[in-house]
């Protein structure tokens, strides 16, 4: 999974995080749709229940969209920039380390989306899934988010996550204006490499 702040998932500060992606038919009139709920995991043999919703509008259309993430259970791997140098065995970079982030070890670092498998430090297990309005966000998801309020920025977390969501989606048209429907992914560390 991109995009995740990797030293937050790797202090375990940031243990949830917000998507659109798998959304998009619910999203081209979010305010269509008014009942969410899983589906009944009595209805599902593969599947984990906690994957599939059932959306529903006012006039009782439904609609039935996949997590593209997974169910609770799932494991998931992040991705970050890193520099993979070959010259040292494959050795591995990270430019979230910082201390060595303003360095050029002979090519320039490589974006989180073109990490391989073998190259992630971080493996994550879902321990929950929700669907819900982005504006529905709370004080304790905020800091489940990783934006935990120090003495000087109390009452600043939501502003800061709307500015961080809307630069990252605002130009997709998922700005927090237009209250999206979002997965809710919570998850938890099962490893890391140092």
Known sequence: MSGNHPLKCLN??????????GLEKVNVEPDRWVKVAPIDPRLLLYEAPSSIWRFEDKDGVFLIV???????????????????D??????????????????????????????PRWASRILMKITKVR???LQEISMQDLIA?????TPEQFGRPLGKFIDL????????????????????????????KL
């Open 165 to 192: 969501w809307d630069s990252l989606n605002a130009k997709r048209g998922y700005g927090w204006e237009t209250n999206p429907w979002v997965w809710v992914i919570s998850f938890k560390l099962l490893e890391r």
């Open 131 to 133: 669907a819900e309005r």
């Open 86 to 115: 070959e010259y040292m065995g494959n050795r591995v970079l990270y430019k979230a380390d910082g201390a060595m982030a303003n360095f050029n070890y002979g090519g320039p670092w490589k974006p989180s989306i073109h990490m």
């Open 66 to 84: 996949k997590c593209p993430y997974g169910g609770v259970g799932d494991r998931l791997w992040v991705r970050e920039t890193f520099y993979n």
């Open 12 to 21: 375990e500060t940031k243990i949830m995080t917000r998507r659109t992606w």
């Open 145 to 149: 988010e990783g934006l935990e309020p």
